[in-house]
């Protein structure tokens, strides 16, 4: 299953051992990058980040970074994720994702 933008706030259900994949905007030429701020490790664990670049990849051209989440045991966990310079303090992030997930 994989989650954008729109997804936003919304509550998804997985079944033990399927994956989650969250693809958000960014562009980390600007200092700003989506970070996890938020979920429940013993729920959900994070198989992997990747980002990609959009068309060319041209100097200053932003995409995409998706993190994968593998859902580990049953209960649910918000997943939360904040877009911020990496010195900056939590409360100073531009923009915030969140999804709640179940897992069964």
């Known amino acids: ?56 990849g041209g100097f200053g051209e932003g995409g995409q970074k998706c993190f994968t989440l593998l859902a580990r045991s049953t209960g649910t966990s918000p997943v939360r994720l904040k877009l911020k310079r990496r010195w900056e303090r939590d409360e100073e992030a531009i923009d915030h994702f969140e999804v709640t997930v179940h897992v069964q």
Do not use: F, H
């Open 1 to 56: 299953m994989t989650l954008t933008e729109r997804d936003r706030g919304t509550t998804r259900t997985l079944r033990v051992g399927e994956t989650l994949v969250l693809c958000l905007k960014e562009n980390p030429t600007t200092g700003y990058q989506w970070e996890i701020g938020e979920l429940d490790a013993e729920i959900l664990a994070v198989q992997g980040l990747q980002y990609s670049p959009a068309g060319e």
